[in-house]
């Protein structure tokens, strides 16, 4: 069992692997399941909570995940109150964990380590100035954003109790929102069939918030 868990991280880290696995969500959910049966639900708690926890895999995938998973659930793969409670756990303490990183390292990480792109961090800084301490929860449904948010929260030294309550609404609302619409669209004969095109959707949608922010900066400077 170990073994396997270590193997799944492993799928995680490698980056050829990781693009397959966020463009076809579907097809490796079936290779969760059939290798870890039970344990399928670890293995989902962990990739939703190093996905909003760790600010070196913010590109693993996290919408389209918890959408497919609710359309997994909706024909008995999964038993969608026990998925909702690991999903929910996941993402809250994901984002506490990430908000102590940030406040223990603060910015010096993005000069130490130049792994991190501190263009994330300055996008994630001015998401903040728009939308003030909201910004927690509505970071949760811009990917990149939603991985950065908590570290800058902890980097800004926000109090932890402001963040915590903002966190815990943030958390509920996306694993609500994506399981349960999943877990309701997921019973139609046409998204069944056509999971491929949902996943690229929820992908396209969900970066409709970035591009839109990259195209108002390309203004600025015309």
Known sequence: MIYKLCLAVYFMVNINILF???LHVDKYLDIIIQNFG???YIVLFLVIFIETGLIIMPFLPGDSL??????FAAKGSF???????VFLVAAILGDSLN?????????RIFYKWKFFKKEYLDK???FYKKHGGEAIILARFVPI???FAPFVAGIGEMNYKKFLRYNII???????????????FGRLEWVEKNLTIVIYLIIFISLIPVIIEYLMEKRKYK
Do not use: C, H, M, Q
């Not at 918890?66 to 359309?71: L, S, Y």
């Not at 038993?79 to 409670?85: S, V």
């Not at 908000?99 to 603060?106: D, E, T």
């Open 170 to 184: 943030g958390g509920f609302l996306w694993v609500t929102l994506l399981l349960f619409a999943g877990y309701f």
């Open 79 to 85: 038993n969608i109150f026990i998925i909702y409670l």
């Open 20 to 22: 397959d696995f966020i």
């Open 38 to 40: 039970i344990f399928s």
């Open 145 to 147: 954003v939603r991985t």
């Open 66 to 71: 918890i959408f497919i998973v609710g359309a």
């Open 99 to 107: 908000y102590w990183i940030g406040s223990y390292f603060g910015e």
């Open 124 to 126: 994630t800084k001015n």
